[in-house]
């Protein structure tokens, strides 16, 4: 090999990257060359004085607990059933009927009790997951609100919109092709709602911004309704086959409704 | 006797907590390492590592045992940076690839050709012993760099390892650590060429 070695050729030495026949190459080269075996020299050097300076920074102890804390917590949600049941009371009865009704009773006591403390548990995890929903739904929309945050795709036109998002998200979604009056299409972005790619479509109804976010449909989609309104923001939402939307907003709430009956429109008149 | 399901669904959840446990507090400090290198704030970081502590929590039922635990979780890390508002305002200041070939072989070269400096940033680096200075040309790389270069070389994590967090092809990764260390390298050259300079 008489070509010297190229950064990315080098970077992958350092990095131990190279395929066999690659490193022999690279080592053929750099027996006869002092240039290349130079920057060989400093790329490993490199590394390894970022490797030093990059651990810098460790949590406290408090954060440290906090998400053992959270680890436990969610642990004992799922352990909760099973020490409720173990718990089963004990009925004796010195003659046979009085023993069965007494066991059915038990029985009836402890199916009640059991589908009451599930239902509770349920109920608890389900308006915490509700309230991380929207809390996140909330600082996406703020954070787009920011003057200094332009949309990734900024358009008016349906046309352009729709297809920016092509092998980006793992679904499609029509755009209406009209909006109510005072409404108009801003742009969009593509985010991350609790670990999915979701498009946050931006509209102005007026002078008010409005995010609406369209993700893909799931099984561990949060269940029950979210509140129809958040630090000030009205937000309602629908789904279809499809898709999950959530649109969030500090318009009139009528208004806001307006506009996602017209994007979910929009999502089902296309299928027929 | 086979369990009843909310039974069984209550045991298997706590075996998935406890082995959730298992893998990912070992993590925490590589987590939030890197996020406060990301966030830049100690406040923002440990909100960064939490939610992403919840979403992997909830979500481990869809993490494949035996993969890359490792890679899952700061997968889900850079996702939520990508989402806070830091992220977000990051995200819009860099276009990397608009500037890179596949390779990264047309970043500009590290070293005046057929000259051995034996002055290298990276030697006075060491001579010095200058954390400080590496620490500065660091904190100047754009956060697709930096974010690339923390995994290679702090969390010491394979090109395909990369490749799966950041959800970028390996030509991608490639030509980010290319471009990261040439950075670093231009900016240690400016900083002890400003030192020597001064001292001269």
Not at chain 2, 54 to 80: C, D, E, M
Not at chain 2, 144 to 165: Q, R, S
Request: proline share 5%; hydrophobic share 45%.
């Amino acid at each position: 090999m008489s070509a010297h070695l190229t950064p990315s050729v080098l970077s992958c030495l350092a990095d131990g990257e190279l395929s066999p026949e690659q490193l022999a190459m690279a080592q053929e080269h750099l027996e006869t060359c002092s240039v290349c075996t130079s920057k060989a020299l400093a790329q490993a050097l490199l590394k390894a004085a970022v490797a030093k300076s990059g651990h810098r920074y460790s949590p406290t102890p408090e954060l440290t607990d906090r998400l053992r804390e959270l680890v436990s917590k969610d642990s004992q949600r799922a352990d909760a059933p099973l020490s409720r049941a173990s718990q089963r009371p004990s009925f004796q009865g010195t003659r046979g009927g009085l023993k069965i009704a007494g066991w059915a009773l038990a029985a009836m006591l402890l199916l009640a009790s059991i589908f009451i403390i599930q239902r509770n548990l349920s109920r608890a995890g389900k308006a915490d997951d509700r309230a991380a929903l929207v809390a996140e739904i909330c600082d996406l929309h703020v954070s787009a609100l920011a003057d200094s945050a332009p949309a990734q795709v900024i358009s008016t036109d349906r046309h352009t919109v729709k297809p920016w998002f092509q092998g980006k998200i793992p679904f499609s979604f029509n755009l209406p092709e009209q909006l109510p009056a005072d409404v108009k299409l801003d742009g969009a972005n593509l985010i991350y709602l609790q670990g999915q790619p979701v498009a946050q479509l931006f509209y102005s109804i007026g002078r008010h911004r409005v995010s609406v976010f369209l993700r893909q449909r799931s099984d561990t989609k949060v269940a029950g309704a979210l509140p129809p309104e958040h630090w000030g923001f009205h937000l309602t939402e629908f789904s279809t086959e499809e898709i999950d939307a959530v649109a969030i907003s500090d318009v009139d709430p009528a208004r806001l409704a307006d506009l996602t009956g017209t994007i979910e429109r929009a999502q089902t008149s296309a299928r027929k | 006797m086979a369990l009843l399901s909310w039974k069984r669904a209550a045991r298997e959840s706590t075996v998935q907590s406890s082995m959730f446990e298992d893998l990912a507090l070992p993590l925490v400090p590589a987590l939030y390492n890197v996020a406060f290198w990301l966030a830049r704030n100690d406040r923002d970081a440990e909100d960064l590592v939490q939610e992403t502590f919840l979403k992997a929590l909830r979500g481990f039922g869809s993490f494949q045992p035996g993969t890359n635990f490792k890679a899952w979780i700061f997968r889900i890390l850079r996702n939520t940076y990508l989402t806070s508002r830091t992220g977000l305002a990051a995200s819009r200041t860099v276009a990397l690839e608009d500037e890179l070939n596949e390779h990264g072989d047309s970043a500009p070269s590290l070293y005046p050709e057929g000259v051995i400096d034996r002055h290298t940033p990276e030697l006075n680096l060491i001579r010095l012993n200058d954390g400080a200075a590496l620490h500065r040309a660091m904190e100047k790389l754009a956060p697709p760099l930096l974010e690339v270069i923390l995994l290679c070389d702090v969390e010491e994590m394979k090109y395909k390892e990369i490749a799966a967090v950041l959800e970028i092809p390996i030509g991608t990764v490639m030509s980010r650590i290319s471009r990261a260390r040439a950075e670093l390298r231009n900016a240690l050259q400016v900083e002890f060429g400003i030192n020597r300079r001064t001292r001269s």
